[in-house]
């Protein structure tokens, strides 16, 4: 299928690695230009060189900072001809019990995780919509859907971005030009910090990584962990022509895991 984009132009969030390496390599194979960003200058660049890669016809612009900076968000959005794509993306803070978080740790996250996104969505969806096109997808967690118990600073900030989204998505000028803002959920997926994650359990509990990634993998109906490259590929679906209709929704993507019918 012909998604429609080539020749687009799209920035991404925390492309390095993970998720949204995931998505920007989705949207090079269908031809898109990007501006890709994270922290890491070195490994920036080396993703940059990879996507290229990918198509020759396609530019790739890597801005490395933390995209909650104000100046890196600055300078994401000029090396970006048009902003038609936004793939917000950001790492989540760090689990933990919430009777020992500070004011300063719920505000970092709220930072990170909500205002942050919000911010470039309010930079680009108007534009978008004069132009008669624009995509909006937010990578935000499957914990939106079913809250996590040590996730707390995530299920507060992300559920604060998806009411957000679900009142802006609906607005008649957006929607009415063809300007769509969906968030797509991710469940367990084999990255850095899924991986990280599994580490630190397994030392706590004196088995191995593999015994703690299986009996995880077990909870899962598909039985195993997702991977970035599919996860890209359903983004690059929701920034696709095709997908016109589909506005303020939340895609979970997590293997079944999610018991409900809704």
Known sequence: MDFGIRGRWAIVCAA????????????????????????REDTLDAVAAELRELDATIEVRPIAGDIGDPHVQKALLAACPQVDILINNNGGPPPGDFRDWTREDWLAAVEANMLTPILLIQACVDGMAARGFGRVVNITSSAVKAPIDVLGLSNGARSGLTGFVAGTARQSSLASRNVTLN????????????????????????????????????????????????????????????????????????????????
């Open 183 to 262: 968030n797509l959920l991710p469940g367990a997926f084999d990255t850095q910090r899924l991986r990280g994650g599994i580490d630190k359990a397994a030392s706590k509990s004196g088995r191995s990584h593999e015994e703690v990634a299986q009996s995880r993998m077990d909870a899962i109906p598909a039985g195993r962990f997702g991977n970035p490259e599919e996860f890209g590929q359903v983004c690059a679906f929701l920034c696709s022509q095709q997908a016109a209709y589909m506005i303020g929704q939340n895609v979970l993507l997590d293997g079944g895991a999610y018991p409900g019918t809704f």
């Open 16 to 39: 390095s690695q993970g998720l949204g390496k995931g998505c920007a390599i989705a949207l090079a194979k269908e031809g898109v230009n990007l501006v890709i960003n994270s922290r």
